[in-house]
């Protein structure tokens, strides 16, 4: 047989096996989504990112241009090149007024509300102190990891001349990664995405990649010596616990550096409401978290978790921390959420308002009056 015939043969081959493991896959109802085909997390999920983000080699993704569409139960129209959702022009800061940007997810660019907390911020502080003193710039993005929100503080934060900068993250962070941390995810360019989304169609390519995201996760698990013997550390996540550690310093000498003060809020969240029920979290919630089904008691301590490591950290530091989360515990989390019938990760009005006043009060500690 000539060598033609045999790369001909070896071909013919090849696309037989792969017929076949195609159709095999699909009839077994096989299919692994990977979220994006170009970046490897839990969130956005593929629809999401045609129809609200885009691609950036610097945030990974940012929100649209001219987008409008609706987010759960909130119709909202990011401007301007920042891609956010405050759709004030940045000039240069006016004299004479401070300005305060929020970083931060989709808790802070706000959801099931036209008036998020920034917002309601803002409306507080002109109605204490007057109009045209402070300005509040939104910066949260759905989705965002504080990985990100540094990176948006890195690339913008001069141009934005901050007085303040209001820092809340933890939910996102914790998401199980598909085979890369935020700060390990790679960026392609347009052709490679391309071509990834169109091999993404494909039966045998997603399971492929569900190998080789397995493999991944599993080489991701470490073993930190000492004690007893030797202990599991946490399995790969957006941003590991000792990671969000080390990017909040960061947050907080990049802040320092522009002339700015750091605030840190720990996160909120309404799940010991089903704990309080006997009930049990979405499936999607506990899996894409702690990969242990509906293992709410581990969803809870894994969140609380990253809220400590914002305490912690702001102890080291010396940034105020305004703690959300433990003054959420005091209350009516149903109110504060509409819980149960809520999603219980993103604020009712009563919540929200309740964000801004406490934010309020701690601007108004930090400065004195």
């Given amino acids: 047989m000539s060598r033609s015939r045999k790369v001909l043969y070896g071909i013919i081959m090849a696309l037989l096996v792969f017929a076949g493991l195609e159709g095999g896959l699909r009839l077994a109802g096989f299919r692994y989504l990977r979220v994006t085909t170009d970046m490897e997390f839990n969130y956005p999920r593929p629809g999401f990112i045609k129809a609200f983000f885009e691609i950036d080699p610097e945030l990974l993704y940012r929100i649209r241009p001219t987008v409008k569409q609706r987010y759960v139960d909130l119709t909202w129209q990011p401007r301007f090149d920042l891609k956010i959702r405050d759709a004030r022009t940045f000039t240069a800061k006016p004299a004479g007024t401070v300005r305060i940007i929020t970083l931060g997810d989709s808790s802070t660019y706000g959801v099931n509300t036209p008036r998020p907390w920034p917002r309601r ?33 890195q690339t913008r934060g001069r141009r934005l001349e901050p007085d303040v900068v209001v820092i809340g993250f ?93 605030l840190f809020f720990t996160y909120p969240i309404a799940f010991q409401v089903l704990a309080d029920e006997g009930l049990d979290p979405p499936d999607w919630v ?24 914002v305490r912690a950290t702001g102890r080291k530091l010396g940034v105020p921390v305004i703690d959300l989360d433990a003054l959420f515990a005091t209350l009516d989390r149903h109110e504060l959420f509409d819980a149960p019938g809520g999603d219980l990760i ?6 929200y308002d309740l964000m801004a006043a406490s934010i309020y009060e701690a601007l108004a500690a930090v400065s004195g009056r």
């Fill in 286 to 309: 506990a899996l894409t978290h702690t990969g242990r089904g509906n293992s709410l008691g581990n969803l809870i301590r894994l969140h609380g978790r990253y809220n400590d490591v």
């Fill in 121 to 153: 911020l803002q409306e507080i502080l002109e109605r204490k102190i007057g109009p045209g003193r402070f300005q509040v710039i939104n910066l949260g993005v759905p989705g965002y990891t504080i990985f990100q929100g540094r990176r948006v503080l």
């Fill in 170 to 262: 933890g939910w996102n962070d914790h998401l199980l990664a598909l085979g890369h941390s935020d700060a390990d995810q790679k960026v392609g360019g347009a052709t490679v995405v391309s071509l990834r989304n169109l091999l993404a169609r494909s039966r045998a390519y997603q399971g492929l990649s569900w190998v080789v995201a397995g493999l991944r996760g599993a080489a991701a698990t470490r073993v930190e010596p000492g004690g007893e013997g030797d202990r599991p550390v946490e399995p790969l996540r957006r941003v590991g616990t000792t990671a969000y550690g080390e990017e909040l310093e960061k947050l907080v000498r990049l802040t320092r550096e522009l002339g700015a003060e750091p």
């Fill in 346 to 351: 993103h604020p009712a009005d009563t919540g």
